[in-house]
DNA sequence: GAATCGCATAAGTGTGTGCTTATGTGTCGT
DNA sequence: ACGACACATAAGCACACACTTATGCGATTC
């Protein structure tokens, strides 16, 4: 299950920061690295955890691999919260911000 | 980190069931167990969880315990989500249903 | 073509996590 | 007051997971 993957992807901190990181752009797998106390094998299977679960896409240029935030994991992820929207708070102010944005 | 022990309460498959039993309306934890195969140890256990992560919350009555949504977590993914509106593909479908209840 | 670089994969290890059984705590009915 | 009930907590165990070191693989550089 493609749900399960992503809910257990995001359940590491270390995995958060990747993603958050990629939130400003694309980055390769080095790039990553910085600043960041983590090995390189760590970061290779992170990455690999945050692919599988389509929350992060690559696309190779030579030998470098570029990392993105991948739209299709987080769509699921808005689909499943939408389950809840019963529940949600009438003022969320980030959820303001996303409104003006889709409402373009 | 609440929203570390958000992401961690719902990498779990047996606690989105859970929560998502809730999302039809409050339930004892008793009534939770219902067709779901689990121990009471074990519900109580992840219902622990859930409630430390401010993904629902409880309503004693008597010797029941009431669990609902709680709003506070769900406002915390959304929070988090809006970090990433820049990814969100442009037609979610379950996003439009989401923007038509809060303009209300 | 040999060395280096960027990254992936393999294998092993310590820790976290979800389960179990057993027991504790508070409430209700009689 | 006593037993039954709804639920929480404790302790122990099997497994998953994130890390390490070592190695493999393809691309680049000289």
Not at 12 to 40: C, V, W, Y
Not at 53 to 77: C, K
């Amino acid at each position: 299950m493609m749900e399960h993957d992503i809910f257990r992807a995001l359940a590491d901190p270390t995995r958060r920061t990747i993603f958050e990181k990629l939130a400003t752009g694309s980055l390769n797998a080095s790039a990553l690295r910085q600043g960041m106390e983590i090995s390189q094998p760590a970061m290779s299977q992170h990455l690999a955890v945050l692919r599988s679960a389509r929350l992060v896409r690559e696309q190779r240029e030579g030998r470098f691999v570029n990392y993105e935030v991948d739209p299709d994991g987080l769509a699921l992820i808005v689909e499943w919260l939408a389950k809840y929207r019963a529940y949600w708070p009438a003022r969320i102010d980030a959820l303001k911000l996303l409104l003006k944005d889709m409402d373009q």
